[in-house]
């Protein structure tokens, strides 16, 4: 029996996040198999054909999973996956959403958010927001788990020879449409595969003025924008921008953490960031604890300073 991994994609690419799966999925003994469900998504298919260690992809081309709603996916997969000692997917909105319902449909418990692979039913996972980590074995006949991206180095998107098969299977469950959707287009990197971000906090002051700062420090890194829970829940920003615990999880080459006084829902979400700098007001901020450099002073002052600087 092989391993599922489900590919996250809008239809036309291949999302990054998948690549980290699979490269999870490669710690465990077994053939390799993608599932693409989606609508006019061939070229999904094609890409995940080409990436390292894959062996099968299957394609689930029909207007029924064309916004992947999570029902009828998770129809399909708990079809589809009972073939299979392990499915996997990674741990974002995404996987979060659909895997659950696929575990709940073949009546075995899943794990979430693995971070290290023991053995083929044996893994870590963190608690307590990332300050214990359990290890955690599992006893059910098919493993359903979720992959945290950050905890494994993405396989090459190249190399790769995988057959690609057309999937008759239609799961159109029937209880959930499909309405509308706002996407928020932006210049800057998407947030969880950015390699350097900017993330502000209460300490900003205001929406108004986390653009006035950030924006400018960003702009000149070519960086990826993100907040504390405290920041998004004043309404400084949207909550997508959110890195944490109940956020994003991030681990970006380079963490630049302003105004942040570094909760643990927060460090949770960009503690294992390659270099951390805080800057803040306050020296005994709990964020510097984590961080490899952090500046004491005004943000207001230091932050124009340094993009003068750049």
């Given at each position: ?40 998504a061939q070229a999904v298919a094609d890409a995940a054909a080409k990436v390292a260690g894959v062996s099968k992809v299957l ?80 006893s059910e006949s098919i493993v359903v788990a979720t992959v945290r991206g950050t905890a494994f180095d993405a396989v090459a ?108 829902q927060h460090l949770a979400g960009m503690k294992d960031s390659k270099v951390i700098v805080a800057i803040n007001k306050d ?28």
């Open positions: 029996m092989g391993i599922l991994v489900i590919a996250e994609h809008d239809n036309k690419t291949l999302n990054a996040a998948t690549l980290h799966v699979v490269a999870a999925a490669q710690k465990i003994s077994g053939e390799i198999t993608v599932l693409v469900a989606g609508s006019g394609l689930a081309d029909n207007a029924v999973y064309a916004h992947q709603l999570a029902e009828n996916v998770a129809a399909l997969i708990a079809e589809l996956g009972k073939d299979y000692s392990h499915i996997l997917a990674a741990s974002t909105t995404l996987g979060k959403n659909i895997l659950p319902r696929a575990a709940a449909l073949l009546d075995v418990s899943m794990i979430s958010d693995i971070i290290a692979v023991e053995s083929a039913n044996t893994f870590k996972r963190p608690i307590y927001a990332g300050n214990a980590i359990a290890t955690v074995e599992s998107a190249e190399g790769g020879s995988a057959s690609v098969e057309a999937v008759g299977e239609v799961k159109d469950v029937g209880v959930s449409k499909f309405i509308s959707e706002e996407i928020v287009k932006s210049e800057r990197p998407e947030l969880a595969a950015a390699r350097i971000v900017v993330s502000g906090g209460r300490g900003v002051g205001s929406g108004e003025n986390y653009h006035k700062i950030l924006d400018p420090l960003a702009d000149k890194l070519g960086a990826a924008q993100g907040a504390s829970r405290a920041a998004v829940d004043a309404g400084f920003v949207p909550n997508d921008m959110q890195v944490g615990q109940t956020g994003k999880i991030v681990a970006p080459d380079l963490y630049i953490a302003v105004g942040i006084s570094g909760a643990i020296e005994e901020a709990p964020i510097n604890a984590v961080a490899d450099y952090w500046l004491v002073g005004d943000l207001n002052t230091v932050v124009p300073e340094l993009v003068a600087k750049i």
